[in-house]
């Protein structure tokens, strides 16, 4: 592993979250379901964005969904890149994958051509950032949505308190050993646990509240803002780009 690499730039990390991690979160299926009726609600997808879009699991499922839009992923991470270009070959032509850190405004410069987008999502990537640059990104986005476009969140936030943090992570636990079990591995919860908590990315979560992002979210100009769906630290939150003052 390259130094200056964070955690998520590594094989090892992105073979870890692809085989166990992505794949244990609760709920994950209605999660997509309820982006898709968002999506769908709000009208055409020609044109979309997904940041962070490790090995393109948002994005598929808006193809399948509508296999027709042209779509632009972006993820900083060079193995998570690949994996989209796997994961999503048998898809339409449409596709670019752009390596970008979100963590400046830069990203933007090799988008810009491919803007506006009627939808932007990002699953699990915008907490890596801190509070101040998220909010930057939202007010990106917003600046990159069509009117009328829908930007959706589907996000690790924080706890309101460690009790419920403590819920999740057993919520979690349960979640990695079920699919052990599912797999026919013999890892036991216990082990599953130990790993879970000492997991090399945790370090690099900067976790805020569905509250605090979805304020900012109205204070930037989105309508429509809500938590559409969560289960304890998981949210599924965005707004639509407004069609009119
Ligand atoms: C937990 S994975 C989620 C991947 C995918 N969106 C999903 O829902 O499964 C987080 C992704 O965000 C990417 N990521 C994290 N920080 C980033 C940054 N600063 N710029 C670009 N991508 C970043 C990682 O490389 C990784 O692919």
């Known amino acids: 592993?390259?130094?200056?690499?964070?955690?998520?730039?590594?094989?090892?990390?992105?073979?870890?979250?692809?085989?166990?991690?992505?794949?244990?979160?609760?709920?994950?299926?209605?999660?997509?379901?309820?982006?898709?009726?968002?999506?769908s609600m709000n009208g055409k997808v020609d044109n979309f964005l997904d940041l962070g879009c490790g090995s393109g699991i948002l994005s598929a499922a808006i193809l399948d969904r509508f296999p027709d839009a042209v779509g632009t992923l972006v993820d900083f991470s060079e193995p998570m890149l690949n994996a989209a270009q796997d994961h999503l070959s048998g898809y339409n032509k449409h596709l670019q994958l752009y390596k970008a850190d979100l963590a400046s405004a830069s990203w933007l410069d090799l988008v810009r051509d491919r803007a506006p987008f009627d939808v932007i999502v990002s699953g699990y990537a915008i907490h890596h950032l801190t509070d101040n640059r998220k909010r930057e990104l939202y007010e990106e986005i917003h600046g990159?949505?069509?009117?009328?476009?829908?930007?959706?969140?589907?996000?690790?936030?924080?706890?309101?308190?460690?009790?419920v943090e403590s819920l999740f992570e057993r919520t979690f636990v349960d979640g990695l050993h079920s699919r052990e079990r599912n797999k026919g591995g013999s890892?036991?919860?216990?082990?599953?646990?130990?790993?879970?908590y000492h997991r090399e990315d945790k370090k690099e979560n900067i976790l805020a509240s569905v509250e605090n992002q979805c304020q900012w979210l109205g204070e930037i100009g989105y309508e429509d803002v809500d938590c559409y769906f969560k289960i304890l630290e998981l949210a599924v939150f965005g707004g639509r780009k407004k069609t009119a003052n």
């Not at 476009?149 to 690790?156: A, P, Q, R």
């Not at 890892?187 to 879970?196: I, M, P």
């Open 1 to 39: 592993m390259c130094t200056k690499d964070k955690a998520w730039q590594t094989q090892l990390l992105t073979d870890k979250y692809l085989d166990g991690v992505r794949g244990a979160i609760p709920l994950a299926s209605e999660q997509l379901d309820i982006m898709l009726t968002a999506i």
């Open 187 to 196: 890892r036991t919860r216990e082990a599953l646990a130990k790993e879970y």
């Open 144 to 163: 990159h949505l069509t009117v009328g476009g829908i930007f959706i969140n589907v996000e690790h936030v924080s706890s309101s308190t460690p009790w």
